[in-house]
């Protein structure tokens, strides 16, 4: 057995339902240290010759691609190319199972690669929660690659504004828990699920051999300067506060206790592009659950100029 990382076997996704997009893995070439050479990174990609742009979605803690599954309908409509990643320990990517894997530099490296392999451009971020974090740090490394982005329920690390105190704690019950039990916490925050949708949830893992990456990700959370990563959301700050890209809206839940609406509205005046915050009055933290709400007007805000 691989004492760095395991594989993620294919028959835990067989229930898996309204999710039928084909899996791709990019092996290697990830900026990883020579333990993860063969490392495996999961993603989606469909409608690869799109004239509209390229889709770049990036799910946050605790779930996988299966999250965007109400907008990537959208994006298929709208003739774009629609990528979907796994962040690594997530979804159908292999699952680290040494601690010294996880920093916010590594995943962050990962997304580059990725996007620098795949020879991504005309990009589109959708980004929640973790997926922000990382990757709104990403466009001021070569601008031009990036069109738009769609930021939900996300903080700039916590150089912007601090964090609310439910984050707070989340990240800590997060990391004194080795077996979070996801279907759980989904049906909880999110009554808009049916049981197998909070199943396909917690689906990528067998027990908590392989939730480690759910362990740790939350307390490499950026919270000040003695973290990594504190300073590379502090440059994208600095970055977003005096550029931006064509198109870039902020979308909120309106009962998400964890990035609340003014934290949200905070973030929106340093990077919105239309001077809102689009709130969902009816969401939680996982607005994208909400998608076939409000996905075709988004859509046509992205496409409309």
């Known amino acids: 057995m691989n004492k760095f990382y395991l594989e993620s076997s294919e028959d835990l996704f067989k229930k898996v339902e309204k999710f039928d997009y084909k899996v791709n893995y990019l092996k290697g070439n990830l900026g990883l240290s020579e333990e993860y050479k063969n490392f495996k990174l999961a993603y ?19 779930t996988w691609s299966f999250l965007w599954r109400h907008l990537i309908p959208f994006g298929l409509k ?28 590594i995943y962050r490296t990962v997304i580059l690669n990725f996007i620098n392999k795949l020879n991504l451009n005309n990009i589109t971020l959708f980004l929640h929660e973790w997926g922000g974090t990382l990757g709104l740090t990403l466009p001021m490394e070569d601008v031009k690659l990036y069109k738009a982005a769609v930021v939900f329920n996300s903080y700039l690390g916590n150089s912007l504004s601090n964090l ?3 984050y707070k704690n989340w990240i800590k019950s997060n990391t004194e828990t080795d077996d979070l039990n996801i279907r759980a916490l989904m049906a909880r925050t999110n009554r808009v699920l049916n049981l197998p949708e909070c199943n396909s949830y917690e689906a990528p893992y067998i027990g908590k051999e392989d939730k ?12 000040d300067s003695s973290y990594n990563g504190y300073d590379i959301c502090t440059k994208a700050l600095a970055w977003w506060e005096e550029n931006n890209l064509d198109k870039v809206f902020v ?16 973030l929106s005046k340093i990077i919105s592009t239309d001077n809102q915050t689009h709130i ?26």
């Not at 979308?251 to 905070?266: A, E, N, Q, Y």
């Not at 939680?284 to 496409?303: A, C, K, N, R, S």
């Open 44 to 62: 989606i990609d469909e409608n690869k010759n799109g004239k509209s742009g390229t889709l770049l979605f990036i799910h946050g803690h605790p």
């Open 78 to 105: 709208y003739d774009y190319r629609v990528i979907a990643i796994d962040l690594p320990g997530f979804g159908r990517s292999d699952k680290p199972i040494n601690t010294n894997f996880f920093s916010f530099n």
């Open 164 to 166: 609310s105190d439910s």
């Open 212 to 223: 480690l990456s759910l362990k740790m990700l939350p307390g490499i959370f950026p919270v």
């Open 251 to 266: 979308i909120g839940g309106g009962r998400d206790p964890l990035v609340t609406v003014d934290k949200m509205k905070s």
């Open 280 to 305: 969902i009055n009816n969401a939680g933290h996982f607005v994208p659950e909400w998608g076939m709400e409000y996905g075709e007007e988004l859509f046509q805000q992205l496409i409309n100029d």
